[in-house]
């Protein structure tokens, strides 16, 4: 060819001849023509036969690893699966185990709550039929401390007994310097554990055992029997916690009430012994050791059993009551209250021989009628004229000391009679060896003289112990 396809130039808007392609065989020759579309078409198809080729090839090749990996991976996710179930069954187990485990253990300590309380009705009983005991000699268990005695009003004196003319007599004795008049035994203190225990608080005055404890277990236990099988765990956990709190409470304020009433009656015991003791008396036969000498290393008080508390503070009670009971059979009070002494006990000038010579008992000063009265219960041994005593009254106490009144213008009670304390037995009067009216008073122990004046020092002492 010639021109620009010479020089393999292209002409614009020429158009380019197709492809064409000639087969010879022998004489025969064929020729194709090759259009560009079909000529990229068929490049396409090949192409894509080639990658689908390929693509499926690795496929082929690499098929067992993808589902083994596959395979894997769901089995580990079964697992996951498994584990993730056992460990929910597990945690439902342990709630359920939990809540079997609650509810018997709620239902073991309402049952023992109620035991407690079963108890604790049985010990109230009994410190309750203590504390009226306690309170029948005198003890009343308080919080507080003891509230200070009223000031006593102004004794009252024996009619015209400021105004009388001093009056004395008596029958004289010889001065006997052997006995011995002096006092014996010396003043017990306060047991120190009687004030510690008193602090420690008991029960007011006259409130019930039952009533010390703010939250009283008469409430609680309806409460445990009925709204606490319907409350949450929780709750029913804190209200049973609440009501054992409560009878703790109330069990620690019985104990430290029978510590009271023990510690209290003892020294009380004790001090009525020491008078006793002071007076050279034996009280009916009781033999105490009270107030022997004590000491040792302090030891804080511990809480111990119940009975052996209870029983202690019985014993010590029924001990108190016998000594009170001993000790009001002694002549401690004064057989003319509120008269004064024109003479003593002991040696005196006599009135009328002026000499010295021994007075046997006390003059109280007082007008002529005015009553007089029985120091202590006992039996009248003597009534009537006694020489120089004139009418005289003699009176034998339980306590086996014998009392003697002189000098009485006139006589209510006869021998034989049997007289309580304070009874009247005459009027005072100056019959006999008297200088004028006034009552002469003697107190004897196997019909020798004792000093009346360590009895009514003694009664003046343990006056409010007997006084229930």
Known sequence: MTGHAGNGRRDFGKRKEPHRV????????????????????????????????????????????????????????????????????????????????????????????????????TRQARVSGLLAKAAENGIRVAVGGPVPAAKPASPVVALGSLDAPTGIGGTPEPIDISPVLSLRGTKADYNAAAEAAARQGAAAPGKPLRDLAPDAP?????AADGPVTGAAPDQRVELIENVNAALARMDSEAHAALDVIAVTAERDAAAIADTADELGLQLAGIKMDLSSGQGGPFVPLAGSDFD??????????????????????????????GAEL???????????????????????????????????????IFSGRNG????????????????????????????????????PLGAVGSTGRSTGPHLHYEVRMDDRPLNPARFLRAGEKIATLLDD
């Open 342 to 380: 024109s003479s003593s006990f002991g040696p005196r000038v006599d009135p009328f021989l002026g000499r010295m010579a021994m007075h046997t008992g006390l003059d109280f000063r007082a007008t002529a009628g005015v009553t007089i009265r029985a120091p202590a219960p006992g039996k009248v």
């Open 218 to 222: 008469a409430a609680a236990a309806p």
């Open 388 to 423: 120089g005593y004139g009418r005289s009254v003699e009176i034998l106490h339980p306590s086996g000391v014998v009392t003697r009144f002189a000098h009485m213008s006139r006589v209510s009670v006869s021998e034989g009679d049997e007289v309580a304390a304070g009874d």
């Open 308 to 337: 052996t508390r209870i029983e202690r503070a019985e014993k010590a009670l029924l001990a108190l009551s016998q000594l009170k009971d001993a000790a009001r059979g002694i002549p401690l009070a004064s057989p003319v209250p």
């Open 22 to 121: 000639i087969i010879a065989r022998g004489d025969n020759v064929r020729s194709f023509t090759i259009s560009p579309l079909m000529a990229g078409m068929a490049t396409a198809v090949g192409i894509m036969l080639a990658v689908g080729y390929i693509g499926a090839t690795a496929y082929l090749v690499l098929r067992d690893d993808i589902i083994q990996s596959s395979a894997e991976r769901q089995a580990q996710m079964q697992l996951s699966y498994e584990d993730r179930i056992a460990s929910l069954r597990s945690r439902i187990d342990q709630l359920t185990s939990r809540r079997v485990l609650e509810r018997r253990s709620i239902e073991e300590q309402l049952a023992d709550v109620v035991e407690r309380q079963r108890d604790l009705d």
